[in-house]
């Protein structure tokens, strides 16, 4: 079974900075390209940046561009999310979410909390 788990959420202060990670489980992660996704309170899913298998290509929403870097270490299963210059409307729910086929992603996590408050 595919299994996508996000940790490394809290609460943190404007202007500081948190790492995600997401451990993956499941399929050859290697094979995928990987997605983070979050939901603010009251608002749809924003897609947020992406990575392909390789690590060659990174693309991110232009309201993180600059402040975050996506990453993976193929070798671990594990896929990153380096957040920094936090700032409150970065607050959501932050997902992990695999690249599909026929679709834009297939497989979500459960989501680690990111709180930017002062």
């Known amino acids: 079974q595919v299994q996508l788990v996000e940790s490394g959420g809290g609460l943190v202060q404007p202007g500081g900075s948190l790492r995600l990670s997401c451990a993956a489980s499941g399929f050859t992660f290697s094979n995928y390209y990987m997605n983070w996704v979050r939901q603010a309170p009251g608002k749809g899913p924003e897609w947020v940046s992406r990575i392909n298998t390789v690590s060659s290509t990174t693309r991110y929403a232009d309201s993180v561009k600059g402040r975050f870097t996506i990453s993976r270490d193929n070798a671990k299963n594990t896929l990153f999310l380096q957040m920094n210059s936090l700032k409150p409307e970065d607050t959501a729910l932050y997902y992990c979410?695999?690249?599909?086929?026929?679709?834009?992603?297939?497989?979500w996590g459960q989501g680690t909390q990111v709180t930017v408050s002062s």
């Open positions: 979410a695999r690249g599909g086929q026929g679709s834009e992603y297939d497989y």
